[in-house]
């Protein structure tokens, strides 16, 4: 039984359906901060009006700071009062001028939302609901003010005073104080709002924009770091560059700074002209970053970058809309890294975390749709599904509509949107009015959780020259949407001939939009074997009855890389979840298939490594009706195994040629052979080889750079020698001075394959660099070890406490971050009766602890229902 003592247990509900346009606007604001750690007073001056003929009082949302006075107009007064944390104040007129002075504890902040210290400098977070703890403001999106910011400080402990927009003026005061004034012209919700104050240093360039202006731009970081942010700096050069070539956009300010701080609950933060940033997307150098860091690096810069008009001068209206910045820009991003290097090596990897993350969201108990209709914490619907499903829903516009009309759709939208809080739905409508579409059902991506799913069967009449492809889609249910309406899905297809190889098509884009279509093709003088759903134009599941032979076949000859790809990892899975579940399967046709494509010249080396890396564990868990971990992980490493020892030696001459490659290079050549690389001394290890260890070990102590170092502790983190406690210690003792390095220290251990994963991760929580209070060594060790299929759901739950235990802790700290990690533990529906109820029984236990966030009553209550 279930008894629930917390006040969360009457949660309120936020609902899209009763949004209504805010009652006061507030033009102006000016803020002044007297600036300490321990104590900071931040006087606001709001010019308030009133919006349209009604009586309501002036409401201002707070969060935890300690009011001192509030004035209307130049009078102190005191007939306001406070209700949840918000002041409400009757006003008599139709605009105002209220001050408010409130004291904040930004040491005591260990939430990281509003004001808080971080490495002993100030920053703020303020997206989603954070402003209001700094000040007392209406804090949602559609308030659009214009921000005046004075910053005072002690001299000697905060050099630097950084704030939106430009740069104003600034002084000394006595006692060793010094003052900034910032000033930013454009209309901004407060979520945008950020101020930093510290001891930073900046790499400092330039960009000319498309209309001849200069733009300053600094990367600010501790004075150590500023070796490590070239490779950011020539980033968001390149983004502001190709954000002009490929949307039209310029930048608007004279600066654009980006401050990295180690603290921070996501990865990075768009504020209007500052960002701020999760110091692992900015500090980079080939002996601290892989390159798979590079990369992202490059492509969280380049987000935050884009959102400057995709998110700030043109905003949402509420949080409901949330994909309408997040969903476009994470498209823009990915199209922006596709430029960059291999687009189909990008489009594999977009493809691979969609169904590492947003697939299980959208079949289990947390799913909802892109533009969700409630809420109790908007925290946390900062899912895969608002970010990378709206990324897939605005690419089918994009495959739909053809390159030239969607950027006429997204250059109606910046015009007609600009300074302004708009809707999906404006976007939507922009995209429909310049492309003359109807995009009516369309809309269903918006309103629809779940992921479809399309049956593909293709039926051929030898000697007819007719095949005729039938094609069947469901959306399954989900919470509170027992019944599905047939979506609109883009599928690009092709037919090749089974005997001579050759296309007995062009591709095709078909457009599903009943429930059940049949395609004809004709001149169809062979077998044909069907690719479809190529470059994975719709983010679906397919589920076809092609055999064995013709997945190998398509891996082999398919012209289109995604596909070839995808043919290959299904004929894995397919041959994966048959072992899984006890069945015969025959790996050699996937051995051969590996063979083919190690083989095969004309290939890039980066498309190879992700080409004949086995799906992961709970990739394949995903396939079948009840995951059973223990056979997953025995079936996968078998077929390793199979690989790793049939093709010994073609894995022995990629390694020698990948490792005799020069000193590092940073080219898409270079990180191409790295990965044949690692990939290659992996299957070495599972083929069994005497020398694996030996071998890895070298490679992690000639390594030049991180990529190949982490790949080989990696290899060794999973093995029984002396050279895995020794690679630790190395590394630890190595790198002991850099936080990030060390978060790769907790992660790898966290995700060994090895059977005392879970004592040993019980231990490290007791490593003096071990804290919850820093989000990304919470995350490198417990989200870790909770995505880690097989020594999380050991069948003891013994995985399943420790996580309970660790995010109950970690809640009372930070709540957004602790409910973040929470979903493993709510997938209690795919699993067996036995760690089912153990699941349960932690999620229980959660909900029921006294005190507990609303984050996490969110997302815990929701996972049991
Ligand atoms: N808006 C940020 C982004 O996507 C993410 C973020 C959300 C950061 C909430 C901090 C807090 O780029
Ligand atoms: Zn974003």
């Not at 069907?530 to 009855?545: H, K, M, Q, W, Y």
């Not at 996968?636 to 001459?653: D, N, P, V």
Request: include cysteine.
């Amino acid at each position: 039984m279930l008894d629930i003592q917390t006040a969360a247990a009457h949660p309120h509900v936020t609902r899209r359906a009763d949004y209504t346009p805010p009652d006061w606007q507030v033009p102006d604001i000016a803020l002044d901060f007297d600036l300490a750690p321990e104590r900071t007073r931040v006087r606001a001056t709001l010019n308030v009006v009133r919006g349209g003929a009604h009586d309501r009082p002036l409401r201002l949302d707070g969060g935890g700071q300690t009011l001192l006075s509030v004035s209307v107009d130049g009078v102190a007064v005191n007939d306001w009062t406070l209700e949840d944390g918000a002041l409400v104040l009757p006003l008599a007129g139709s605009e105002h001028v209220i001050e408010t002075e409130v004291e904040i504890a930004p040491d005591r902040n260990t939430q990281l939302m509003g004001l808080y210290a971080s490495g002993g400098n100030l920053c703020t977070q303020c997206e989603a609901e954070g402003f209001r703890r700094i000040t007392f403001f209406p804090d949602r999106p559609d308030v659009l003010s214009r921000y005046r910011v004075k910053m005072t400080a002690d001299k000697a402990r905060f050099p630097v005073l950084l704030a939106n927009g430009d740069p104003i003026a600034q002084g000394d005061l006595e006692g060793g104080k010094h003052w900034a004034e910032w000033h930013d012209p454009f209309l901004k919700p407060c979520y945008l709002f950020a101020m930093v104050a510290g001891d930073l240093h900046a790499n400092k360039g330039q960009f000319v924009t498309m209309s001849g202006r200069t733009v300053d731009l600094g990367i600010w970081v501790r004075a150590a770091d500023v070796p490590r942010t070239q490779h950011a700096l020539e980033a968001l050069k390149t983004s502001m560059a190709w954000d002009e070539k490929v949307y039209g956009r310029e930048y608007d300010l004279d600066v654009f700074n980006i401050v990295a701080v180690d603290d921070f609950n996501f990865g990075a933060m768009e504020n209007k002209g500052l960002n701020v940033f999760n110091s692992r997307y900015i500090l980079a150098d080939p002996d601290t970053a892989t390159d798979y860091d590079y990369d992202a690096i490059a492509a969280v810069v380049a987000h935050e970058y884009f959102h400057n008009w995709s998110g700030n001068r043109v905003t949402c209206r509420d949080w409901f809309q949330l994909s309408l910045k997040e969903g476009f820009t994470v498209y823009r991003d990915q199209s922006f890294s596709a430029d960059q290097g291999s687009a189909a090596v990008k489009r594999i990897e977009d493809v691979r975390g969609l169904r590492a993350a947003q697939f299980p969201e959208d079949a289990g108990p947390l799913a909802h749709p892109i533009r969700p209709d409630e809420y109790q914490e908007i925290s946390n619907f900062y899912t895969a599904t608002i970010y990378n499903k709206g990324a897939e829903v605005i690419r089918m516009l994009a495959t739909m509509l053809g390159a030239a009309d969607f950027r006429k759709g997204s250059d109606l939208y910046f015009d007609r949107f600009d300074g302004t809080a708009a809707t999906c739905e404006d976007f939507v409508h922009s995209m429909e009015e310049a492309s003359g579409a109807d995009l009516s059902q369309f809309r269903l991506w918006y309103s629809q959780a779940g992921t479809p799913r399309v049956k593909a069967q293709i039926a051929h009449t030898p000697g007819s020259g007719r095949a005729v492809l039938t094609l069947e889609q469901t959306v399954p249910p989900t919470p509170g949407q027992p019944d599905k309406q047939p979506m609109v899905l883009p599928i690009k297809l092709k037919l090749f001939g089974a005997e001579t190889a050759k296309p007995l098509s062009e591709e095709k884009l078909a457009i599903l939009s009943d429930g059940r279509a049949e395609i004809a093709f004709e001149e169809v003088t062979e077998r044909p074997v069907l690719s479809i759903n190529r470059g994975f134009s719709a983010p679906v599941v397919v589920e076809t009855d092609r055999t064995p032979e013709d997945l190998a076949f398509l891996s082999a000859h398919d012209d289109d890389p995604f596909a070839r790809y995808e043919a290959m990892q299904q004929l894995m899975l397919d041959t994966l979840v048959a072992d899984a579940s006890g069945m015969q399967s025959d790996h050699d046709a996937v051995i051969a298939a590996v063979a083919l494509t190690l083989d095969d010249p004309a290939l890039d080396r980066a498309f190879v490594a992700e080409a004949v890396l086995l799906p992961s564990e709970s990739f394949i868990g995903d396939q079948m009706a009840v995951v059973d971990p223990d056979a997953i992980y025995a079936a996968r490493e078998a077929l390793r195994h199979a690989i790793g020892k049939t093709l010994e030696a073609k894995w022995r001459g990629i390694y020698a040629l990948a490792a005799a490659q020069g000193p590092y290079a940073y080219s898409p050549a270079a990180k191409g052979l790295r990965r044949m690389k690692t990939v290659a001394l992996g299957y070495i290890a599972a083929s069994g080889a005497a020398d694996a260890a030996t071998l890895a070990f070298a490679q992690f102590e000639a390594a030049d750079n991180m990529t190949d170092r982490q790949g080989a502790l990696t290899s060794l983190v999973n093995s029984d020698g002396k050279e895995r406690v020794a690679a630790l210690d190395i590394f630890y003792n190595r790198y002991s001075d850099n936080a990030l390095v060390l978060d790769k220290w907790f992660q790898t251990q966290a995700l060994s394959q090895r059977d005392d994963t879970l004592a040993a991760v019980q231990d490290l929580v007791r490593h003096s660099d071990f804290t919850l209070a820093n989000p990304n060594r919470a995350r490198a060790l417990v989200g870790a070890f909770a995505v880690n299929q097989r020594a999380f759901n050991a069948a003891s739950g013994a995985g399943y406490r420790f996580v309970a235990d660790q995010l109950i802790a970690l809640d009372k700290l930070n709540p957004q971050t602790a409910a973040k990690l929470l979903p493993p533990l709510g997938r209690w529906r795919r699993f067996d009766a036995g760690r089912a109820a153990l699941m349960k029984a932690e999620l229980e236990r959660i909900v029921s602890t006294p005190g507990l966030s609303k984050d996490m009553f969110e997302q815990a209550s929701k996972s049991l229902a």
